[in-house]
C-alpha cells in the first residue's frame, strides 16, 4: 500500500495562506500526501497582490513530467494558471499520464479582488481544461466570468453549475461564499442532480485562501476513494473549522488565513 497522492498545480503564495502553499496544506491535513507543481510567483500577502511572475509553460511541463512520470498522483489539483499556454500544457499532461482525478479550481480572481488571469487564459480553461474535469470548483464571479454572465445569482447557482457542466465537467460545486446571510451554502450538480451543501457563516475578515482550501480538501479525500457528494460535505465541514479558528492565528495585518490544521494544533499553544 502506498499514500494516496494529491498534487497540486498552482501559483506560489509567499505569505502561506493561499495558492500552492494552502493546497499542500489541506492535503496534509486531509489525509494525503502533498506534491506541487509552481506555475507563477506572485508577490502578495493577507493585504492583496503586489506582482505576478508567470513560470513558462515548458518548465511547468517539465514540472509535471518529473512528478507524473514518477509519483502515482491520485488525483490533479489545479489553481492559478497563468498563460494560455500553461493551460494547455496541463491539459495535455493530465491525458498524456492518465490521471484518474482532476479537479479544477478556475483561480482568476483573489479574495481581495485582484484580477489574476487574463481573458486568454479563461477561454483556455473553459475550452481545453474543463472537458478534462472530475470536478469544477468556481465561486460566483468565476462562474460568471466562464459562463461569460454577468452575475450569478444564489438563485441561478444550480443553473449555472449546470452550464458549466456542458462544457464536459463530471461535476461542478459553485461556491457562495461571496454571498451574504447567516448561512454559506455551495451547490454541487452532479450525474444525480443538485445538492445544496450549507453550514453556519462565520464572522470573521480571515478568509484568505478558502477557495484553495475547500477544493483541495475536496481533491485530498476523493485520493483516497471517498465518493464525491461525501468529500465535498466532509470538506465543507472541514473548511468552516479552519475559518472559525482563523482569528486565532493572528497572521497579518489584512485578510489573514484560514487555520489549516486545527483538527491538530491550537494557535496559543502550538503542537500538540
Not at 119 to 126: C, G, K, M, P, S
Not at 167 to 191: I, N, P, Q, R
Request: net charge negative; hydrophobic share 45%.
Amino acid at each position: 500500500m502506498s499514500a494516496p497522492v494529491a498534487l497540486s498545480v498552482a501559483g506560489s503564495d509567499p505569505s502561506g495562506g493561499a495558492g500552492m502553499q494552502a493546497d499542500l496544506k489541506a492535503f496534509s491535513a486531509m489525509g494525503a500526501y502533498a506534491a506541487a507543481v509552481v506555475t507563477a510567483l506572485t508577490a502578495q500577502n493577507t493585504l492583496g497582490v503586489q506582482g505576478i511572475f508567470p513560470v513558462p509553460a515548458e518548465f511547468v511541463q517539465q514540472q509535471l513530467d518529473s512528478v507524473l512520470s514518477d509519483l502515482d498522483v491520485a488525483v490533479l489539483k489545479t489553481g492559478m494558471l497563468g498563460s494560455p499556454e500553461v493551460v494547455e500544457v496541463v491539459a495535455e499532461a493530465v491525458a498524456r499520464h492518465d490521471v484518474p482525478v482532476l479537479v479544477v479550481d478556475p483561480v482568476m480572481v483573489a479574495t481581495s479582488g485582484d484580477r489574476l488571469v487574463s481573458e486568454e487564459t479563461v477561454d483556455a480553461v473553459r475550452e481545453l481544461l474543463l472537458p478534462h474535469a472530475t470536478l469544477v470548483t468556481p465561486n460566483l464571479p468565476e462562474a460568471a466570468t466562464l459562463l461569460g454572465w454577468t452575475e450569478v445569482t444564489e438563485a441561478r447557482m444550480p443553473e449555472a453549475a449546470e452550464a458549466l457542466r456542458r462544457s464536459g465537467a463530471g461535476a461542478v460545486l459553485v461556491k457562495g461564499g461571496h454571498l451574504v446571510g447567516d448561512t454559506s451554502t455551495d451547490v454541487l450538480v452532479d450525474d444525480d442532480g443538485a445538492l445544496a451543501v450549507a453550514a453556519q457563516r462565520v464572522d470573521t475578515a480571515n478568509t484568505h485562501g478558502t477557495g484553495c482550501t475547500l477544493a483541495s480538501a475536496v481533491a485530498a479525500l476523493l485520493a483516497q476513494g471517498v465518493p464525491l457528494r461525501d468529500a465535498v460535505q466532509e470538506a465543507k465541514a472541514y473548511l468552516t473549522r479552519a475559518i472559525a479558528a482563523a482569528d486565532g492565528l493572528g497572521v497579518g495585518h489584512g485578510h489573514g488565513p484560514v487555520h489549516h490544521f486545527v483538527d491538530w494544533w491550537e494557535p496559543s499553544r502550538g503542537r500538540r
